[in-house]
């Protein structure tokens, strides 16, 4: 039986601790069970014990059948959603830092050109591995704490088809990976380059100057609430996009999460350290950037008012 027990514990290697004992168990039995029925019709004990082992398949293998999302940090049914967030991420942070290098050439005709296309090479390359690593513990987070019923197609019944949508449950997936794609872009920049945030403007008759609002000293107590708050309204989406349905669980918390958002920005932009660093030319362009993000809140609020009276109707 030592072949037995090499086997149970290469199995073992890939289990996690839930349920461990009781999996080895099952699969012990589930052995025994096949090479008896071969032990009775003749065949030796060692070779019957070996061929069911064959039988079982390889321990890795084996070890899948009980947690299908085992030896995948994304697995395949997430893998197509992730891959088009990822590449759109990116694509979203290029343009948006070529556009930048655009506007400030056209500010500074005497910038080094080929040193600001070095510049923006760097940056998105950083911005590329930013994304990625941002999307990819998003998408690992869901696919450990989703059961994993919810990405497999073993014993389908379509009894078990989930109820169509409520008015209120229903999303635009377009619109949901746009606003994911954008809150990535946004993380990226407050995080790595604030400065980027800024305007051009012109004292009398000389040249355009571009003066960053922010830097990561004054960001950083602001990101300590940003972070959490964009990073768990990343995680609703991405789930709402694979549920395809918008629940009121998931509702509130993207709501109450941007409402954080966007209320913490309007007291960062009105933050006096802040405006004293940045100056006098700050106070137009802030007092608009505080007004727009007052009406985003404003806008969150009646969106959720108005989603839970459709849900009560539709209850």
């Known amino acids: 039986m030592e ?8 199995v ?24 008896d029925e071969k032990t009775s019709k003749g065949t030796a004990e060692a070779e019957a014990l070996r061929a069911s082992l064959v039988e079982m398949g390889s321990p890795l293998d084996l070890a899948r ?13 997430l893998f ?9 991420s990116i694509l979203g942070i290029s343009i948006g830092f070529a556009t930048t290098m655009i506007i400030q050439l056209s500010f500074d005709p005497g910038m080094n050109v080929g040193l600001a296309i ?40 379509p009894d078990n088809l989930p109820e169509l949508p409520k008015k209120a449950e229903i999303i635009s997936r377009t619109g949901r990976i746009i606003g994911i794609i954008a809150m ?26 571009f003066e960053s609002l922010l830097t990561a000293e004054n960001m950083g107590p602001y990101l300590i609430i940003l972070n959490p708050l964009w990073f ?17 669980k998931p509702k509130i918390l993207e709501s109450v999460a941007l409402i954080g958002v966007f209320a913490t920005l309007w007291t960062m932009f009105g933050d006096s350290g802040i405006m004293e660093s940045a100056g006098e030319w700050a106070i137009p362009f802030t007092a608009s950037l505080r007004m727009g993000f007052a009406a985003v809140v404003i806008v969150f609020v009646v969106d959720i008012i108005r989603y839970l009276i459709q849900y009560n109707r539709a209850a």
């Open 118 to 157: 070095m510049r923006l090479l760097g940056q998105i390359m950083t911005a590329a591995l930013s994304a990625i690593g941002a999307v990819t513990i998003v998408f690992y987070i869901i696919q450990k704490y989703i059961p994993q019923d919810a990405f497999s197609d073993e014993a389908w019944n």
């Open 3 to 10: 072949i037995l027990d090499r086997y149970l514990y290469e």
């Open 80 to 88: 197509k959603l992730y891959r088009i967030i990822v590449g759109f």
């Open 232 to 248: 768990l309204a990343v995680v609703v989406n991405v789930y709402v996009l694979i549920k395809g349905k918008r629940t009121l």
């Open 65 to 77: 059948k009980y947690d299908p999302g085992l030896g995948y940090i994304i697995g395949p049914k």
């Open 184 to 209: 990535v872009i946004f993380i990226f920049i407050f995080n790595f380059y604030p400065d980027m945030i800024g305007v051009f403007y012109k004292v009398d008759s000389g040249p355009y100057v």
């Open 12 to 35: 073992e290697k890939y289990l996690g601790k839930k349920g461990k004992d009781e999996v080895l168990n099952d699969i012990k039995s589930s052995v025994m069970v096949l090479t």
